[in-house]
Nanobody, 115 residues
Framework: QVQLVESGGGLVQAGGSLRLSCAAS????????MGWYRQAPGKHRELVAA???????NYADSVKGRFTISRDNAKNTVYLQMNSLKPEDTAVYYC?????????WGQGTQVTVSS
C-alpha cells in the first residue's frame, strides 16, 4: 500500500511559478513510476508529466518547456516545477504511483492561475 500526499498548490498570477510536491509512504518508492495528472472543471483527467523508476520523463505537449518533473528517492518525493503558468493550467493536480498491478492516487491539490 502506498499513500500519496500532494502539496504546493495555490493561487498564482499568469507568468508565475509553483512547485508541487508529492510525498509517498508505505512502500519502496524508488520502484514506482510516478506521474502528475490534472483535471479542470468539466474536463477529463489528463497526464501532465511522468517519470519512470529509472528517471526517464515525458510531458504533455501543452507543458513542454514550462514544467519539469523530478524525483528524490531518498525523500520518497516527486516534484513538479511549473513555470510560466497560464490560466489554462488551472486545475486540480493529482499524483499517481504505478508498479505492475499496483496503482495509487493522491487526493489532489488545487492550482489556480489568474489572468
Amino acid at each position: 500500500q502506498v499513500q500519496l500526499v500532494e502539496s504546493g498548490g495555490g493561487l498564482v498570477q499568469a507568468g508565475g511559478s509553483l512547485r508541487l510536491s508529492c510525498a509517498a509512504s508505505g512502500s519502496i518508492f524508488s520502484i514506482y513510476a510516478m506521474g502528475w495528472y490534472r483535471q479542470a472543471p468539466g474536463k477529463h483527467r489528463e497526464l501532465v508529466a511522468a517519470i519512470t523508476s529509472g528517471g526517464s520523463t515525458n510531458y504533455a505537449d501543452s507543458v513542454k518547456g514550462r514544467f519539469t518533473i523530478s524525483r528524490d528517492n531518498a525523500k520518497n518525493t516527486v516534484y513538479l516545477q511549473m513555470n510560466s503558468l497560464k490560466p489554462e493550467d488551472t486545475a486540480v493536480y493529482y499524483c499517481r504511483a504505478r508498479w505492475g498491478k499496483f496503482d495509487y492516487w493522491g487526493q489532489g491539490t488545487q492550482v489556480t492561475v489568474s489572468s
